[in-house]
């Protein structure tokens, strides 16, 4: 594989899929796993104790809606008892603050809560869910006053990119101390309405040029946290720090993944927490080790000198655009599929979101936009 295996230092836990959100950015599996097929607290616990002995330092309690789940308390104490930094990923609706009390008393270290816009009426409407700017509003203001670390994430596209400075603003308003400027990744729902969430040039390099200003504006007072979006870069970003290098994922249901979209890719076996430990998934999966290092490159990334740097890009993405998983992100500029890239950065489509649902079925993103 070309270096040594390193442990990884984040666990995303998706304790389920279940959420009151409907967005339609939204990275998840276009078939959604059930409630009747989520592991339960106890199994948890047992993946926590697992993931810090492996050397995994924090874990981010996600779904859907974590909160959903109405044994969250016990799998975020099993968290902290495991000694992880546990940061609890919320979409806030739903959530007393005696709910946030409990998590608190239970050993939650952190709060990020997603925002989808800085304007109520589009927030509500991106969000498919009246009211729930407001809910995301007062539950910030209760985690301010336990005095939990918060963090602001926004996932800018089309709809409310032109409102970045707005939206940092606001979570200084809020007294968050980080906000994530997250561009959309087209992977799941986001990739059926891909056409609808896509930004103009214009605006991305506008909305560069904003935060640059902003983090000077607020520098000291919060942290802003953004990167280029990959249809707009000149070289692809190493997927969560390389394949199977730093983090893995655990479904709703126990299965193990490299990242969060590595489903997506036909013929990779995945392992679930329920058959086998997480230090064997690490080191034995044949999912984490397919396209681990860089022995399975093709060129140009297998003669790169930065292919250590990048680690030819997103296998997921480079999948979804030229059909082949072992292809340069065709967001690199050296790519022979550029152009792709570059056609679909310009393609625009007014028509209607299509709404993260439930579907008991295996329909593909492709299918979904077509009938959306």
């Known amino acids: 594989m070309g270096e040594p295996l390193m442990h990884p230092l984040g666990l995303l836990a998706e304790v389920t899929h279940r ?185 991305v390099e506008h909305a560069v040029d904003r935060v640059e200003a902003l983090r000077e504006r607020y520098r000291g007072i919060i942290v802003i946290d953004a990167v280029v979006p990959d249809y707009f870069a000149r070289y692809p970003k190493a997927c969560l720090g390389g394949w199977g290098r730093r983090s893995l994922n655990v479904s709703p249901s126990g299965k193990v993944l490299p990242c969060h979209a590595a489903e997506t890719i036909p013929g990779l076996e995945f392992w679930s927490v329920r058959e086998h430990s997480l230090s064997d998934i690490w080191h034995s999966s044949p999912a984490f080790n397919t396209f681990r290092g860089t022995d399975w490159m093709k060129e140009p990334c297998a003669g790169c000198s930065r292919r250590l740097e990048d680690f030819g890009g997103c296998r997921c993405q480079a999948l979804a655009l030229t059909g082949d998983a072992r292809a340069t992100d065709p967001v690199c500029h050296l790519s022979p599929y550029h152009d792709l890239v570059a056609d679909l950065a310009e393609q625009r489509d007014e028509a209607p979101y299509i709404y993260r649902r439930f579907r008991a079925d295996r329909t593909t993103a492709a299918e979904i936009a077509k009938v959306g």
């Open 19 to 203: 959420c009151p959100l409907g967005c339609p950015y939204c990275s998840n599996p276009i078939a959604l796993e059930s409630r009747a097929d989520e592991i339960d607290a106890v199994t948890w616990a047992r993946v926590f104790a697992e993931a810090a002995d492996l050397g995994v330092l924090q874990v981010h309690l996600s779904g859907g809606e974590p909160t959903a789940r109405r044994d969250i308390v016990e799998i975020t104490a099993a968290a902290h008892s495991a000694r992880l930094y546990t940061n609890l990923i919320t979409s806030a609706v739903g959530v007393t603050e005696k709910m946030l009390a409990a998590l608190a008393e239970a050993g939650l270290d952190h709060v990020q809560i997603s925002i989808q816009d800085a304007n109520a009426a589009s927030a509500d409407r991106i969000a498919g869910y009246d009211g729930a700017y407001v809910r995301k509003r007062a539950l910030a203001a209760a985690v301010v006053r336990l005095g939990i670390p918060l963090t602001v994430n926004a996932v800018i596209h089309h709809a409310n990119i032109d409102r970045i400075a707005d939206v940092v603003d606001q979570a200084v308003a809020l007294s968050a101390s980080r906000v994530e400027i997250a561009h959309v990744q087209y992977y799941g729902w986001a990739l059926a309405n891909r056409a609808k969430l896509m930004p103009t040039r214009q605006q």
